[in-house]
């Protein structure tokens, strides 16, 4: 079955960096668009950055120039380098698979302390 695994979440103070993995399988990971989404406590889900099939990025403004996606197809997984963190980027970061079908995974909690 489908299945996206996030790992890599954690506490960090204020100007650190994490990194995010979405491990994927149960599906063609290399033909679909991957994404990482957040939602913060009573706040909508946004997009953070997504990456196509082809490479092409696109960034969230809060965050271009601190983070960057990536993908490797040959460990059909998907990551988020975050540099810079900020209080405000505390959030569950969810990874999404998308290509007709869509596809979510659990999450994992990001807390920046200031």
């Known amino acids: 079955q489908v299945q996206l695994v996030e790992s890599g979440g954690g506490l960090v103070q204020a100007g650190g960096s994490l990194r995010l993995s979405c491990a994927a399988s149960?599906?063609?990971?290399?033909?679909?668009?991957m994404g990482w989404y957040r939602q913060a406590a009573g706040t909508q889900r946004e997009l953070v950055a997504r990456i196509s099939r082809s490479g092409s990025t696109t960034y969230a403004d809060s965050v271009k120039g601190r983070f960057t996606i990536s993908r490797d197809n040959t460990k059909n997984t998907v990551y988020l380098q975050m540099n810079g963190l900020k209080p405000d980027d505390t959030a569950v970061y969810l990874c999404?698979?998308?290509?007709?079908?869509?596809?979510w995974g659990q999450g994992t909690q990001v807390t920046v302390s200031s």
């Open positions: 999404n698979a998308l290509w007709g079908a869509n596809y």
């Open positions: 149960g599906f063609t990971f290399s033909i679909y668009t």
